[in-house]
């Protein structure tokens, strides 16, 4: 397997556009997250899905953020309108159910600069 | 709410010498799982190893291992013979034993390696 997808690898965009993060999980896991990563506030979990139901997105931090998994091998993170504070690298990771393999498999983040 | 606490922002050591970082951590809950991912500079979270909480044994990966105190909520890490691959930021992590169910990670230790 290829892993955890995430596009793009980088994205730059202006104030007040909207940006679509993309993400494939492993194949056959069930549960896939959303983190943000800062300096200031390190791994922070946005939304975290089971079986492509939104369990946990407490950690949105507005409504401005949404997220969305329309089938088991897709899933999305939009910002809209961005922000220069929604600066940051965001990962998206995938997980088995708990019992078959306890860790979670991260991609290798996009990291988005609002300007 | 579970959190995970990283008492060191950065660590250094020598190379071929023996570093701990350490974690503590706070839940209620008495089955969970434990980990530390490394972070290097490439952004990829890379799982350098688990502890489930129900084990007393110490789990131990080549060079890594954990000191894991259950009444003292305390998991540290070791790496011995540090080499400067060793190199990155390390997050500890918790995650609830039960289903689908989120890592929460610490705000992550730096550890440089010096030649």
């Known amino acids: 397997d290829a892993g955890v997808i995430q596009s793009p690898r980088h994205e730059v965009t202006e104030m007040g556009q909207e940006v679509t993060l993309r993400c494939k999980p492993i194949s056959g896991h069930n549960s896939l997250f959303w983190y943000r990563q800062t300096m200031m506030r390190g791994l922070e979990l946005l939304i975290y899905?089971?079986?492509?139901?939104?369990?946990?997105d407490s950690g949105m931090p507005e409504d401005r953020f949404s997220a969305k998994m329309p089938n088991a091998s897709f899933s999305t993170l939009k910002i809209q309108p961005s922000e220069p504070r929604d600066s940051a690298v965001y990962f998206c990771a995938s997980s088995p159910m708990l019992g078959v393999s306890t860790e979670a498999f991260f991609g290798q983040g996009t990291r988005l600069t609002v300007v | 709410a579970q959190t995970v606490t990283q008492s060191q922002p950065e660590m250094s050591v020598q190379e071929a010498e023996t570093v701990t970082l350490s974690c503590t951590y706070d839940?209620?809950?008495?089955?969970?799982?434990l980990f530390w991912y490394k972070q290097p500079p490439s952004r990829q979270m890379i799982l350098v190893i688990r502890q489930e909480a129900y084990k007393q044994q110490n789990a131990t990966e080549n060079r890594f291992s954990v000191n894991f105190q259950k009444a003292a909520k305390s998991f540290s890490l070791k790496i011995s013979d540090s080499q400067l691959g060793d190199a990155a930021m390390y997050f500890c992590a918790y995650r609830r034993q039960g289903g689908s169910e989120k890592l929460v990670f610490g705000k992550g230790t730096k550890l440089t390696v010096n030649p």
């Open positions: 839940t209620s809950e008495s089955d969970y799982y």
């Open positions: 899905f089971n079986n492509n139901v939104p369990i946990d």
